[in-house]
């Protein structure tokens, strides 16, 4: 029978029970003999008996599968299988069948070990996963019958896995306080081993570690608490705390065969807490309530960094940052000085950085905070100006120290040093009072303030080894010193009492000395404050009326103040004038300069006062045949150490004004004495009075003195015929004196009037001219030209303007210029006037190519000769401009010719028949562009019948020949040009191997629903000889018209309607030479049913002569356009250039190309069309000689789409190359 299974209690099976022997056979009985002794048969034998089967060996306790086993419980062993039992025996031998032996019982499975417990907050680690069980062994079969072989053992039991490790305390995930560290995970428990069988079992696997718990992060440190008034220190920021450790992940356990499951995972350690970053120091700059020089906090230092938790292995996380420090809060500014005599306040010191926190190595970690500025000082006390009964001014007090700058923080990077304060600016002096009483002089002015001292900066912070060193503050800015007070004017004598004198001006202060800069990088120091001039001396009081038989002489003028340091003294007061009767009285003596800085044993002394000689007549009636002469002034002295000497005197003024007829009347003005002007000459009549052949000249001026300006005016119906206005001569390097013509009301007028400026001194520039015509007044043939620049000076510029009159046959025209000097602007300007007949132009510029000198020109060039002088006729608001030119002046020796011009803007103003020509460029080495030449009308102006030519570009004697100048006829917002001509400057020409220059444009542009009409021709390309010389480019001709400053068209269509010429390549003549390129010729219309239409011709490449390389034809387009809804271009012409000839080794040019079209920009259906065109593309030049190669050729473009409507569209393209 079967052996039992096993149980909890008996855990292994019982054997199997052995088979029983089989019972034996009978042997059957002899038979008998028969008579004839014949046997007969036997008996049968008997069968034996089969041997008995033995019992299957009992099962092993299957642990794994009961429930109630403990964990790590071995399963049992197989019971043995029972033995087969033998055949019983045979009749004769042998046994019958054997019974088959009992398989072994199989080996019951092992119980899984338990997982070990996870670790908590008290006990942080995990513990260890038990043992599995081990399987039981499968039991053996049972033997067979024949006694040697076995039946099949029973197969060995499972064993038993071993626990998981219990996990580590994790402290992230348990929300743990920060610097907690992970529990370590528990070991796994062992495998149980397998049973062995005719089948070994598995072996049971080994537990899996435990998880190392993780540590959570350091604490970051607390910010410091920012400084108050009350605790004006920024608090020191809180320490970073250390982070929690990791825990390791625990072993995993041994399979019952040996081999180790996976070790649990390792926490991570926390990262060390940031330190805090140090509070700023109190701020009382921003403090509305703190005192005012209240000084700023300092800041607190940064906190430490925390560490980072140990990670397993070895090692750290990562550690915390230091805190930066606390930056250092500003001063608080001075107060203002609200007291005679007391100073303005000093500002506060800003309050120094705060060090930074160190790292986890001891090393300071982060930036140190930066210094706080210092307050700015307080301005000192302005004196009080003076009064009736207390003539003198007050005197200024000192402005305050700036506050010095605090210093930046220690740290890795030291923090920026603060920047001090400024210095507070002193009180101004107060002004003497002007007398108010008769015979009384003025008071003296007060004292200036002195500037307060710039604060110094702080320093940059101290830093780490290899950091770069830290920006220290600048210095604060010196204040400036007060203004010293003027003194006041004396009274005018009266009633026989004598003029008083002016009062003295007050000293000047010097100005606070700049801060010194802090040691560190880029700092500077700070800039003194300025030092005030010592106050001017008033002026004496003029003389009234006569001392018995005598004019009253004018009081003496004040005494000027001493400068501060670096400046200079006041000038002395004027001296009064004389009285105004009878001829000849005497002006006042001027007052004393004032007296300078001293330093080095140079005194600078202030200008002396202006006085001299005066002369005056006045009245009503007829004066004729005077002669009106100021006096001289009297020489100064130079100053020395001790003080300024004798103070030079302005020459005397001369004057006649008069209501009647000045007829044959001589005014000459005073003539000054060393580097003072001349004095002014003046002639006035009024109310419908008159000036006939009669001339006034300013004074000539002393060595280095400016030339007298000269003025004549005629008002509310004053008339002036045949006479002049001269400037005075200018002397050294100084300016010739101005000279003005005025006309103003209605019936004023000036006829055949001369008005020169006055020459220049040597290197001056000359004097300007004007006239000027207002309120109805005209001027008619009068002329108006600036005096000439002398050795390197400009010449004077020239202008007529006319407002709400009328300029007739009148001209403006710019001073010549002498040795590099630019020469003069002329200008025509009229406001709601017109201009008739009139003509401007600009100086001449000279020079060998000296050092240029800028002057009026707009395009002027330094480093050349001179250049050609601008020329302008301006008319707005209504104006008329006929029968007029405007020409720019010519240019010297590679410079810039000068640019003509004619304006006109506003509705109802109009340019007709009228011509701006820019001037020639200068030649030279590389020649001087030709100036530009441009019409203008705008706002409703319109220009007429006019021509704009542009001036060529002078000549390159080897190098590049100037550009020619451009020529722009233009009209925009509505403005009209009609009948009217650009014609682009040619470029110079370049000889022995140079380039010609390249030629300037010739545009007609209407702008803004404009209309042009007219025709545009580009400039040519200069020429250039020699061996690899260059031909220039010519300029494109273009019409435009309907654009929006250049934008892609206005609502209202532009016409635009003429002939565009492109310019032609200059020709080129030598070995290697290059021909010019031709340029493109367009016409553009734009707008809502624009319409383009006329002639277009593309510039011809120049030729390539003897070895030369012929120039392209125009390659960009030459085309006719119109743009914009329902665009409209008919009855056009287009013509690509034909390229240029290349001969003997020269390259044929390519040829030109060309282009019609509509462009609509919103493609309405019903727009388009151009018709009756025409295009023809240029054809390819030849080649001949070394090199070949023929020119190109065809090229040829169509547009109209959508909507179409494309008409006479005739083309002609081809013609290629000629190669030799």
């Known amino acids: 029978m079967a052996g039992t299974a096993g149980t909890a209690g008996n855990p292994d099976g019982g054997a199997g029970g052995n088979g029983g022997t089989g019972g034996n056979a009978g042997a059957g009985g002899a038979g008998g003999l028969s008579g004839g002794g014949v046997q007969a048969a036997f008996g049968a034998n008997g069968t034996a008996g089969v041997g008995g089967n033995g019992g299957a060996g009992g099962a092993g306790y299957d642990a794994a599968s009961d429930a109630g086993a403990a964990a790590g419980t071995a399963g049992g062993n197989g019971g043995a299988g029972g033995d087969a039992g033998l055949g019983g025996l045979l009749v004769g031998g042998g046994r019958a069948a ?42 053996l079969g049972g033997l067979q019958a024949d006694g040697v072989t076995r039946a099949t053992s029973g197969t060995g039991g499972d064993g038993g896995a071993g626990g998981k490790g219990g996990a580590g305390y994790d402290a992230v995930a348990a929300g743990a306080a920060a610097g907690t560290s992970g529990g370590a995970g528990g070991t796994g428990g062992k495998g149980g081993v397998a049973g062995t069988g005719s089948v070994t079992g598995v072996h049971g696997a080994g537990g899996v570690g435990g998880n190392g718990g993780s540590g959570t992060d350091g604490a970051h440190g607390a910010v410091g608490a920012a400084g108050t008034a009350v605790n004006p220190e920024g608090g020191n920021g809180g320490d970073g705390g250390n982070g929690g450790n990791a825990g390791a992940g625990g072993a995993g356990g041994l399979s019952g065969g040996g081999v180790q499951a996976a070790n649990g995972t390792n926490g991570t350690a926390g990262k060390g807490g940031n330190g805090g970053a140090g509070g700023d120091g109190y701020d009382a700059a ?11 906090g300092d800041g607190g230092n940064g906190g430490n960094a925390g560490q980072g938790g140990l990670l397993v ?41 705060g060090q930074a926190g160190f790292d986890t190595s001891g090393g300071l970690g982060n930036t140190g905070g930066n210094g706080g500025q210092g307050g700015n000082g307080g301005a000192g006390f302005d004196g009080a100006a003076g009064v009736d009964g207390s003539a003198d001014g007050g005197h200024g007090s000192a402005g305050g120290a700036g506050g010095d700058g605090g210093h930046g923080g220690t740290g890795a990077f030291g923090g920026v040093g603060g920047a001090g304060g400024d210095g507070g600016v002193g009180g101004n002096g107060g002004a003497g009072f002007d007398a108010i009483t008769a015979d009384t002089n003025g008071g003296n002015g007060g004292n200036a303030g002195a500037g307060g001292a710039g604060g110094a900066g702080g320093w940059g912070g101290l830093h780490n080894v290899g950091n770069p060193d830290a920006m220290a503050g600048n210095g604060g800015n010196g204040g400036a010193a007060g203004t010293a007070g003027h003194g006041g004017d004396g009274l005018g004598g009266g009633a026989n009492a004598t003029a008083g004198n002016g009062g003295n001006g007050g000293n000047g202060a010097d100005g606070g000395a700049g801060g010194a800069a802090g040691v560190g990088a880029g700092a500077s120091s700070g800039t003194a404050g300025v030092a005030s001039h010592g106050g001017a001396g008033g002026d004496g009081g003029a003389g009234d009326g006569m001392g018995g038989s005598v004019p009253q002489s004018g009081g003496a003028g004040g005494t000027g103040g001493t400068g501060g340091a670096g400046a200079v003294g006041g000038t002395g007061g004027a001296g009064g004038d004389g009285a105004s009767v009878g001829v000849g009285a005497t002006g006042g003596t001027g007052g004393v300069g004032g007296v300078g800085w001293y330093d080095g044993g140079i005194a600078y002394g202030g200008g002396g006062g202006g006085g001299g000689g005066g002369a005056h007549v006045g009245g009503s009636g007829s004066t004729s045949g ?45 003539s000054g004495t060393a ?72 019936g004023s007028s000036a006829t055949s009037v001369v008005v020169t400026g006055g020459d220049a001194g040597s290197g001056g520039s000359g004097g300007f001219a004007t006239v000027a015509v207002d309120s109805g007044g005209t001027v008619t043939d009068t ?71 800028s002057g009026f020109s707009l395009f002027s060039v330094g480093g050349y000769g001179g250049a050609g002088g601008t020329a302008i006729i301006d008319a707005s608001a209504g104006a008329v401009i006929t029968d007029s030119t405007a020409t720019g002046g010519a240019a010297t020796d590679a410079a810039s010719g000068g640019v003509a011009s004619l304006i006109a803007s506003g509705a109802g103003t109009t340019i007709t028949d009228s011509h701006a020509i820019g001037g020639q460029g200068g030649a030279g080495s590389d020649g001087g562009a030709g100036g530009a030449a441009t019409i203008t009308a705008s706002t409703g102006g319109t220009v007429t019948t006019t021509v704009a030519t542009a001036g060529a570009g002078g000549d390159g004697v080897g190098g590049v020949g100037g550009k020619g100048g451009n020529a722009d006829v233009e009209a925009t917002g509505g403005g009209t040009v009609q009948n009217s001509f650009s014609f682009g400057g040619d470029g110079g020409a370049g000889s022995d191997g140079g380039t010609g220059g390249n030629a300037g444009r010739g545009y007609l542009w209407s702008l803004n629903e404009g209309t042009v009409e007219g025709s545009a021709t580009g400039g040519s390309g200069g020429n250039a000889d020699g061996a690899n010389s260059v031909g220039g480019t010519g300029a494109i001709g273009y019409f435009s018209a309907g654009r929006d400053e250049f934008g892609p068209g206005a609502t209202g269509g532009g016409l635009a309607h003429g002939t565009v010429q ?61 743009l914009g809804d329902g665009a409209l271009a008919t009855g056009n012409t287009v013509q690509g250039g034909n390229a240029g000839n290349g001969v003997d080794g020269g390259v044929g040019g390519a040829g030109g190309y060309a282009n019609i079209g509509v462009h609509n920009v919103k493609a309405p259906a019903e727009a388009s069309s151009y018709t009756n065109g025409q295009a023809t593309a ?41 190669n030799p």
């Open 286 to 296: 921003s403090d509305a309530g703190a005192a005012a020089g209240t000084a700023g």
């Open 675 to 746: 580097e003072f002007a001349g004095g002014s000459a003046t002639l006035t009549v009024d109310a419908s009075s008159t000036i006939t052949d009669s001339s006034i000249t300013g004074g000539t001026a002393g060595v280095g003195g400016k030339g007298g300006d000269a003025a004549m005016s005629a008002v509310d119906g004053g008339v002036i015929t045949g006479s002049s206005v001269t400037g005075g001569n200018g002397s050294d390097t100084s300016q010739g004196g101005s000279a003005s013509l005025s006309v103003d009301g209605t």
């Open 1178 to 1218: 240029g054809s390819g030049g030849t080649g001949t000689g070394t090199g070949n190669t023929g020119g190109a050729g065809q090229s040829l473009e169509r547009f109209a789409a959508p909507g179409q409507d494309v008409d006479g569209d005739v083309r002609t393209g081809t013609n290629g190359a000629n």
């Open 626 to 670: 005077v002669t009106v002469t100021g006096g001289a002034g009297a020489n100064g002295e130079d100053g020395t150490a001790a003080g300024p000497g004798a103070t030079g005197q302005a020459g005397g003024v001369a004057q006649i004004i008069v209501d009647g007829l000045a007829q044959d009347v001589i005014v000459q003005a005073g």
């Open 313 to 353: 292995g070895g090692g750290r996380a990562a550690d915390g940052t230091a805190g930066v420090g606390g930056n250092g809060g500003d001063g608080k500014d001075g107060a203002a000085s609200t007291t005679a005599g007391v100073a303005g306040g000093a500002g506060g010191r800003g309050g120094n950085g």
């Open 1062 to 1122: 492109g310019g032609h390549g200059g020709d080129a003549v030598g070995a290697n030479s290059v021909g010019g390129n031709g340029n493109r010729a367009a016409i553009q219309a734009s707008g809502l049913g624009a319409v383009a239409s006329g002639s277009v011709v593309g510039g011809n490449g120049g030729n390539g002569i003897d070895g030369g390389v012929g120039g392209n034809g125009s390659t960009l387009v030459t085309q006719i356009i119109g």
């Open 98 to 139: 054997g019974g088959a032996a009992g398989v072994g019982g199989n080996g019951g499975d092992g119980k899984d070990g338990v997982a070990g417990t996870a670790g908590d907050a008290v006990n942080v680690n995990g513990t260890a996963g038990t043992a599995g069980g081990n399987g039981g062994n499968g039991g």
């Open 783 to 853: 002329q108006a030209a600036g005096g000439n620049g002398s050795n390197g000076g400009s010449g004077g510029g020239a202008s007529v303007v006319a407002s709400n009159g009328q300029v007739e046959s009148s001209s403006a025209t710019g001073g010549n210029a002498s040795a590099t000097g630019p020469g003069g602007y002329a200008s025509i300007q009229a406001v709601d006037a017109a201009v008739i007949d009139s003509h401007v132009q600009g100086g001449d510029g000279d020079g060998d190519g000296g050092s240029g000198f």
